[in-house]
């Protein structure tokens, strides 16, 4: 939304101030509002993806009948909760002073914005709030997703405006679990169970504040498991970090223990010679994944070795694997010229589309801004890809929507 969130213990009544001024913004055409209920009404986000708004024009969604049950719903969602009843039932507690959900959102506040004597003075004053866990109701899968501190320091699966990393956020662990935090607690995310580990390792808001090793370390150092933990969605640490592009923090697992015993995990690293010796024994959903991380991290030899192997470039990646495009749009993606043209030359087509965006991979390279790629493809099939202009928007490589077929 494009109004200012509100504080952590804002009143109901000032929800639904919000609310009421979107619906009137909506009424006066404002384009803020406009955006705004294509983003978070459900009547606007597509059938399948449900994150994922419809491909609609804005004058469809300013001439539409809306009410302040529209409004109220948008708002709700736009700070995740599932509904507007959700919204308030936890307002109502949230601004209650000394209440449990005061204190333990208030205490989310402190991690999130690097707080850290105010995070001590509170884990002092209240030694168990540690392993307390978020109640809130939200529209994610599962809708409680039961997060302790430690999993908001992930930056990852929780409210999306607090998903943020402070420059101290390696001090911020380092109190929690010296107060006695769960490294390896698991909170109900994505469909499944994750440990904090898990989410660290595929969130762009620690790698993008160059923390993500750091605080990779410091769970460690306080036992974190770099291994599975989680359910089965959660998968390995290890192949986590390299399907969302973490080649260093890959590496930085394995320094601390990670097993490399996975002809997936070994393509992805780019290890030529540990990819070749488990490849034969090798199931057919790990050769496949062998070839999607490959592609996506430029792993060119390893790339080869796998179609000589026999994998097949025009696959849509496996569930777990970004699985709405092929190795070819991810290796585009990333400016990957060398995997692009070894794709192509054993076959992949360049005109298939992903599943969300509708987007050739030259349109993946294009929206990326990898001109050469996108020349390369041009020059290997003048009549490929989509433009930016069609595009739309940049293939999301977030778990919770990535994977969603």
């Known amino acids: 939304m494009d109004l200012t969130p509100l504080a952590f213990d804002s009143p109901v009544d000032a929800y639904a101030a919000q609310a009421r001024e979107l619906l009137g913004a909506h009424q006066s055409g404002q384009d803020w509002a406009v955006r705004a209920f294509h983003t978070h009404h459900p009547r606007f986000l597509d059938d399948v993806y449900r994150w994922l708004p419809k491909r609609l024009p804005d004058s469809e969604i300013r001439d539409a009948a809306l009410t302040l049950a529209d409004a109220q719903l948008a708002t709700a969602r736009g700070y995740n909760f599932l509904d507007w009843e959700a919204l308030t039932a936890h307002a109502a507690e949230a601004s ?3 209440s449990p959900v005061h204190r333990f959102e208030a205490a989310v506040e ?4 690097g707080q850290a004597d105010e995070l001590a003075a509170m884990l002092h004053a209240h030694p168990a709030l540690v392993r307390e866990r978020s109640t809130r109701v939200t529209h994610f899968d599962p ?5 302790t501190l ?4 992930a930056a990852n699966g929780v409210e999306n405006h607090r998903q ?3 420059a101290n956020a390696v001090a911020i662990a380092r109190i929690l679990l010296e107060a006695g935090a769960e490294p390896d607690a698991l909170a109900s995310l994505y469909g499944g169970e994750y440990a904090t580990m898990s989410l660290l390792v595929s969130s762009s808001h620690p790698a993008g504040a160059g923390l993500q090793i750091p605080l990779l370390k410091i769970l460690v150092d306080y036992g974190a498991s770099v291994e599975s933990t989680g359910s089965e969605q959660s998968g390995s640490p290890l192949l986590t970090a390299l399907a969302f592009g973490y080649a260093d923090t890959a590496r930085a697992l394995v320094h601390h223990g990670a097993q490399v015993n996975d002809v997936a995990a070994a393509a992805g690293l780019g290890l030529l010679e540990d990819t070749a010796r488990l490849l034969p024994s ?3 959903h790990s050769r496949h994944c062998a070839l999607a991380l490959a592609a996506q991290l430029g792993q060119l030899e390893v790339t080869r070795l796998l179609l000589d192997a026999g994998e097949d470039p025009d696959r849509y990646n496996p569930a777990g694997f970004h699985a709405h ?3 070819l749009h991810h290796a585009a993606l990333a400016g990957h010229s060398g995997v692009v043209r070894l794709l192509v030359e054993r076959g992949a087509r360049l005109d298939i589309q992903d599943k969300i965006y509708h987007s050739t ?3 993946w390279a294009e929206y990326n801004g990898h001109g050469e790629t996108a020349a390369l493809l041009s020059s290997l099939h003048p009549a490929s890809g989509i433009s930016t202009q069609d595009y739309g928007e940049t293939p999301n490589l977030n778990p919770a929507v990535s994977d969603v077929e």
């Open 96 to 98: 209650q002073p000394g």
């Open 325 to 327: 495009a092929t190795p």
């Open 361 to 363: 991979p030259r349109g």
């Open 143 to 147: 809708p409680v997703h039961r997060a």
């Open 282 to 284: 090798a199931s057919s």
């Open 110 to 113: 402190a991690v999130v914005n």
């Open 150 to 153: 430690m999993h908001y320091l």
């Open 164 to 166: 943020r990393t402070p």
